[in-house]
């Protein structure tokens, strides 16, 4: 795989039920980023893991969301009982290394409607 | 708190006109200055970079951008746009050797053909 790659593509759900967001970064990449993307917003810094460290998850915007990276590689975004101003484009990125001047390579993103 | 503000959220222009999207930032210690855009369909990709050094800076596709440090700008620069311009461009700032990266609400350029 070239690129990082998200899944599903889209996802419609009813308020208060909980969804799973994926991330499949690009082989390699150490860092991993989530943000959100709201109509007009730009791009909401949520969280970013970074090989063992503890995740910075300063971005979170309420305890529904959490985040978590297994084996260093793939990345799942969970939101609980969503709310309709969940409905966003969640984006994830990877870069190599902080050496790398972090030039982040983003995914097509999960487009997100709570109805 | 770390803030990035983009000057125009809208941006229309005909080809061959000059290009300028302003930037500026709050960010505390020394700073990655990034421009990422999306074109219609794609995915966010990064025009240009500065870490250090010569603060004007050259990107993909004929863009630059200066950083000035006094000013706390990162503006972005063509000199002559064209048709497939049109795309959403976006400003971010990281600091150094970091990793949270802040980014700007986005400016919409339209170019008319």
């Known amino acids: 795989g070239a690129g990082v790659s998200q899944s599903p593509s889209n996802k419609v759900t009813e308020k208060g039920k909980d969804v799973e967001l994926r991330c499949d970064p690009i082989s390699g990449h150490t860092a991993l980023y989530w943000y959100r993307q709201s109509l007009g917003q730009g791009l909401e810094f949520l969280i970013y893991f970074q090989g063992n460290s503890a995740p910075d998850k300063s971005g979170l915007p309420s305890d529904r969301f959490s985040a978590e990276r297994t084996g260093g590689s793939v990345s799942t975004l969970t939101i609980q009982r969503t709310q309709q101003e969940d409905s966003a484009v969640y984006l994830c990125?990877?870069?190599?290394?902080?050496?790398?001047?972090?030039?982040?390579?983003f995914g097509p993103g999960t487009r997100l409607t709570v109805l | 708190a770390q803030s990035v503000s983009q000057h125009n959220h809208h941006v229309i222009l005909s080809e061959a006109a000059s290009l300028e999207l302003g930037c500026n930032y709050s960010?505390?210690?020394?700073?990655?200055l990034f421009w990422y855009v999306q074109y219609p369909g794609q995915h966010l990709q990064l025009l240009l970079k500065?870490?250090?050094?010569?603060?004007l800076v050259k990107g993909i596709k004929g863009f630059e951008a200066e950083f000035i440090k006094s000013k706390f700008s990162f503006n972005l620069r063509k000199p002559s746009v064209q048709w497939s311009d049109t795309a959403e461009y976006f400003c971010?700032?990281?600091?150094?050797?970091?990793?949270?990266?802040?980014f700007g609400a986005g400016t919409r350029l339209f170019v008319k053909a």
């Open positions: 960010y505390g210690g020394t700073v990655n």
């Open positions: 500065y870490f250090s050094g010569d603060p």
């Open positions: 990125a990877s870069s190599r290394t902080w050496t790398d001047y972090n030039e982040q390579f």
């Open positions: 971010a700032v990281s600091n150094t050797g970091g990793f949270k990266t802040i």
